[in-house]
């Protein structure tokens, strides 16, 4: 029996507070939306506002806590084990074939995940908010001069990156299932550390 | 299985204990946004203090001047007006310098309107076509019954339909007092000017009650809260001059158009301004939100906080269709209403729609609005909108305010494409149309009465003007919530030219999105669908 940690506390904390906030911040911007209702417009709005603060302080912390432990490496992508990976999903995993990526302190993180992530970190989040801000700021910015459609524009990649984020969090809730056993993947982002098989 | 609670393993257990209170330390960034808004406070009612103060610092007791005994010869108001200019010896000359006295406004402000002009408006038309007798009940003068009236004479100067506090003048045709009025007695008790004086006239534009404004009517006086926060006694108390400002018996008005965003403050303590703007008072952000304050870049306050117009009871008109007007019944005029007791339809008049407690219209306006006169020539657009309005989104002055429209229509002169101005108001047999119902015969003397060209052939256009709401400004609790403008059909929907969040969505983009979201949901049923099978037939092979 051995275990490593893979998941620090602050990975982990970092990890289920995001989670939560963007959970929330879907909730509340899709109200605005006006796809339901649940808070009220107004607070819906004030939520919506507070939480992506919250959430930009977050990863302000995370960011910090990136560089300083050079945990930033481990999304970097590779290409090594990338179409094992792949073929893992689409046939070995039906067969009982074992995990071809070995999770270690250095490499939590499979090809694919790296991929998915880096993407995540890179695209959806800067988009969010970024637009986020440019939607928030737009009536300080003078903007009326500025094409009509400039706002529609704003807010459409602002739930396009929304819908983005609904799909990822679809996948990546299955994909914590394909451990060795269904609630490992989850056990291990609870409690820091995986059990061997 | 690891023993989770071992403390000497060479990893630490989870602390839920400290990922929870972290968590919570978080979410106490954003709790302020969660607290509710204070309860609204009590009126404050410190206007209505400050009055009954200042009526406390009068130092003249009219009842007690000579000059103000009497007896005054029954309807003679010029006899009090000369009575009132022994003392006031300025003030004739200071109100005929007014728009109350020329019924236009000074000729810096606008180009030439006023009902003394050829300008029209969507009701009684216009005051030219010989009307200036019945119309000029409301003129704050003496004898106006036609063009020939003289603008410069002082002694018919009305000073007593603002001056009077005993609510029993009354003014009659050609603006005369009501020979039934007892002039000494009211002479004796003037004073300062009321939301009543100010309402005999301006509740009643239009020809009645509530008729042409929608925001202003007689119910005001004794407005609850929920009708009129400032005029409430419940509410403010204000009078409609704490607002309206006067400086040397210039009352302060829209001009025919107030600016959106005129923002008047005393530069100096005591200086008299108009307020008219709520910012004047109120501040451009006074909102403990900074996401409602930002509204007022693009939105009127009147927007959010006047809900409705016509609020208290009484029904404004909304539609006035001269054409249908004129049906006689035995021979006679007759008048249709409905299940509420609204009229229908009246010989007089045509048909009519009244409506309480309305919506408002919405409508990009930055204060300027131009008017339609008698010598303009028409567009080619129907409806006529006799008052078309100027803003829009890119407009940095524009902002969204509430309006009435006025629907109707009105006759006009096809060969010259120019409106008219039909004599209406006049006796059997004289030719105005309320007499003898002959358009042909109404107009053509109404127009040798304004002194216009009249082809002699007529029809009729339809017509609309808008009317900006601004008063019955309701209290803070009844505002629109966001949800009003913020929706798929909600009160901007017919606002266009810019993106609302919750109002408008890209095309198709709820389907890509969803699409997505449905897809990833599917292919993971799928995955794991087959990961079961997989694992079942593995096992019982």
New interface residues.
């Given amino acids: 029996?051995s275990?490593i940690?893979l998941y620090t506390?602050f990975n982990?904390?970092w990890h289920?507070?995001q989670a939560?906030?963007i959970l929330l911040l879907a909730v509340t911007g899709f109200e605005?939306?006006?796809t339901f209702?649940i808070f009220?417009?107004?607070?819906a709005?004030?939520?919506h506002?507070?939480?992506s603060?919250?959430l930009m302080?977050?990863v302000l912390f995370a960011a910090f806590w990136h560089l300083t432990t050079g945990e930033w490496r481990q999304y970097l992508p590779t290409r090594v084990f990338l179409k094992e990976m792949a073929a893992f999903?689409l046939t070995g995993?039906?067969?009982?074939a074992p995990h071809p990526v070995r999770k270690e302190r250095t490499a939590k993180l499979n090809p694919l995940q790296r991929l998915a992530y880096l993407g995540f970190k890179v695209l959806i989040i800067p988009v969010q908010f970024t637009t986020g801000a440019l939607y928030f700021f737009y009536?300080?910015l003078?903007a009326?001069?500025w094409p009509?459609?400039f706002?529609?524009g704003v807010?459409?990649l602002h739930?396009?990156g929304?819908?983005?984020l609904?799909?990822f969090l679809?996948?990546h809730v299955?994909l914590t299932?394909t451990g060795h056993t269904p609630l490992a993947n989850l056990k291990a982002m609870?409690?820091?550390?995986e059990?061997d098989a | 299985?690891?023993n989770?609670t071992s403390p000497s393993?060479?990893?630490r257990?989870?602390r839920p204990g400290r990922?929870i209170q972290?968590?919570a330390g978080?979410?106490v960034?954003?709790l302020?946004?969660?607290a509710t808004q204070p309860p609204p406070g009590p009126a404050h009612g410190a206007y209505g203090r400050v009055r009954a103060e200042r009526n406390r610092d009068v130092t003249a007791d009219h009842t007690r001047f000579k000059v103000l005994q009497g007896p005054f010869k029954d309807g003679d108001g010029s006899a009090v007006t000369r009575a009132c200019l022994t003392c006031h010896v300025k003030a004739a000359d200071q109100v005929m310098a007014t728009r109350h006295w020329n019924w236009r406004p000074a000729a810096t402000d606008r180009k030439g309107y006023g009902k003394s002009t050829h300008l029209v408006n969507n009701f009684c038309i216009s005051t030219l076509g010989g009307n200036q007798e019945a119309c000029s009940r409301c003129h704050a003068g003496y004898g106006m019954t036609d063009r020939t009236f003289d603008f410069t004479k002082a002694e018919n100067v009305d000073c007593l339909v603002c001056h009077d506090t005993t609510g029993d003048y009354e003014k009659v045709k050609g603006g005369y007092p009501n020979p039934a009025v007892p002039l000494a007695e009211i002479a004796q008790k003037v004073g300062r000017t009321s939301n009543q004086t100010c309402g005999v006239c301006h509740f009643f534009g239009g020809g009645a009650d509530a008729t042409k404004h929608g925001d202003l009517d007689d119910t005001l006086l004794k407005a609850p809260r929920s009708l009129d926060v400032h005029l409430s006694r419940d509410g403010a108390a204000m009078s409609c001059t704490d607002c309206h400002g006067a400086r040397s018996h210039e009352v302060a008005g829209p001009d025919y158009g107030a600016p959106a965003d005129r923002r008047e403050q005393p530069r100096f303590a005591g200086e008299a301004v108009s307020r008219m703007a709520c910012t004047a008072c109120h501040t451009a952000t006074p909102h403990a939100?900074f996401?409602l304050n930002?509204h007022y870049?693009?939105v009127a306050c009147q927007t959010c906080h006047i809900p409705a117009y016509a609020r208290g009871g009484l029904a404004s008109n909304l539609s006035w269709t001269w054409s249908t007007a004129g049906r006689l019944k035995g021979g006679r005029p007759y008048e249709d209403k409905d299940a509420n007791g609204l009229v229908t339809y009246n010989t007089i008049h045509g048909d009519m729609v009244w409506a309480k407690n309305v919506k408002p219209e919405y409508v990009f306006y930055d204060g300027s609005m131009d008017f339609t006169l008698l010598t303009d020539p028409l567009p080619a657009t129907r409806p006529v909108v006799l008052n078309p309005l100027h803003g829009s989104?890119?407009?940095?002055d524009a902002r969204i305010w509430p309006f009435k429209r006025h629907d109707g229509d009105q006759p006009f002169d096809p060969v010259q494409n120019r409106l008219v101005a039909p004599w209406t108001a006049g006796p059997k047999g004289s030719g105005a149309y309320w007499g003898d119902y002959d358009w042909d015969t109404a107009i053509r003397l109404g127009m040798e009465k304004a002194g216009l060209p009249y082809s002699g052939k007529f029809g009729f256009v339809k017509t609309s003007m808008w009317w900006p709401i601004t008063h019955m400004v309701a209290p803070k609790e009844q505002a629109l919530?966001?949800?009003e403008c913020?929706?798929?059909q909600g009160r901007l929907a017919r606002v266009k030219?810019?993106?609302l969040?919750?109002?408008?969505?890209?095309p198709g983009?709820d389907f890509?999105?969803?699409g997505?979201?449905l897809?990833?949901?599917c292919?993971?049923l799928v995955?794991?669908a087959?990961?079961v099978l997989?694992?079942r037939s593995?096992r019982n092979p």
């Fill in positions: 029996m275990r940690i506390r982990r904390f289920w507070t939560l906030l605005v939306r006006g209702r009220g417009y107004l607070r709005v004030n939520l506002h507070g939480l603060l919250a302080t977050l999903y995993i039906f067969r009982g009536p300080n003078n009326h001069a009509a459609g706002l529609w807010s459409t739930v396009l929304a819908f983005g609904l799909a679809v996948g299955y299932t609870l409690v820091g550390y059990e | 299985m690891t989770m393993g060479p990893i257990p989870p990922f972290a968590l978080l979410m960034l954003f302020p946004v969660l939100s996401v930002r870049r693009k989104y890119a407009d940095p919530a966001c949800g913020h929706s798929r030219g810019f993106y969040p919750g109002r408008d969505r890209a983009l890509l999105g969803w997505l979201v897809l990833t949901f292919a993971t995955h794991g087959s990961r997989a694992s593995r």
